[in-house]
């Protein structure tokens, strides 16, 4: 496995097509791959390429990506980069093997956390009707969808001190679980995506995609180290294929 860093050149319009379209970028991240044909489908109960676009500044936008083999990014960085600047020491992007960190989980080890996900719920408008996929609109319900899964993938939530609260015991005034004051948790950079997809192989239009992303940074406890380095190298969620899913750990910084 291996955990690729790629800064995007907000200024080219190669760029800005891709970040525009994360139908454009998956497809420009499975081309970094010359052993993975374009027909192969992601393997379910295995690692998968995941991708995640970080806007760490008004200007500056990071492509994290993981993957079972390591990938060759000189298209991107000819397409979104800094073609002029790179040499064969740096050729533009950064791949460092995955495997040392995910070796290094154990059990009740705490790590901050990012993860970009598409939080949605199956919900009916009527009683006769199927349910259909519909998104988590509000930061509480939001939050809660990814509570539900932080068993699942091995991990839980810290929670915030009694004196870092507002309110007491992350409640509303009506008794209501207020998560984002309860939990050391936070929502920020929701999208609405919508865009079309290409067109079937028999011809036929296929309907538009809309989802909505959102990322969460927060921090965690490790509960079961194999189910979270299944998170790690499978995802969480679903629309992996347009950058959800990703979950990347960094070591916690001292607070007071």
Same mark, same amino acid.
Not at 162 to 190: A, I, M
């Given at each position: 496995?291996?955990?690729? #860093? ?9 760029? #800005? ?28 109960? $295995? ?22 083999? *390591? ?19 740096? =050729? ?37 009707? =199927? ?12 939050? $809660? ?19 870092? /609260? ?13 998560? $984002? ?9 929701? /999208? ?13 239009? *296929? ?35 347009? $950058? ?6 960094? +070591?916690?910084? +001292?607070?007071?």
């Amino acid at each position: 496995m291996y955990l690729t #860093r790629f800064r995007v050149n907000t200024a080219r319009t190669g760029a #800005r097509r891709l970040l525009s379209s994360p139908q454009a970028m998956h497809a420009a991240v499975m081309s970094s791959f010359p052993a993975l044909l374009p027909t192969d489908a992601p393997l379910t109960d $295995g690692p998968r390429v995941l991708w995640r676009l970080d806007h760490t500044a008004r200007a500056e936008v990071m492509l994290y990506i993981v993957s079972p083999d *390591r990938p060759d990014l000189t298209h991107l960085v000819e397409q979104a980069g800094w073609p002029a600047a790179a040499d064969p020491t740096a =050729p533009g992007w950064q791949s460092r093997p995955y495997g040392p960190l995910l070796d290094r989980l154990t059990t009740a080890n705490q790590w901050a956390f990012r993860l970009t996900a598409n939080p949605v719920h199956h919900a009916r408008r009527k009683d006769d009707e =199927p349910t259909k996929r519909t998104a988590h609109i509000t930061p509480t319900h939001q939050m $809660g969808w990814l509570l539900k899964r932080q068993e699942a993938c091995g991990f839980r939530i810290l929670e915030k001190a009694d004196g870092n /609260r507002l309110l007491p015991g992350g409640t509303t005034h009506n008794k209501q679980p207020h998560h $984002g004051d309860r939990y050391e948790l936070t929502v920020r950079d929701k /999208r609405t995506l919508a865009f079309d997809k290409h067109h079937s192989p028999n011809g036929s239009r *296929r309907a538009p995609v809309s989802l909505v992303t959102v990322t969460f940074d927060g921090r965690l406890e490790i509960t079961d180290p194999q189910l979270l380095r299944r998170a790690l190298t499978q995802g969480i969620g679903k629309a992996k294929a347009y $950058g959800c899913g990703l979950l990347t750990l960094a +070591p916690l910084t +001292p607070t007071r």
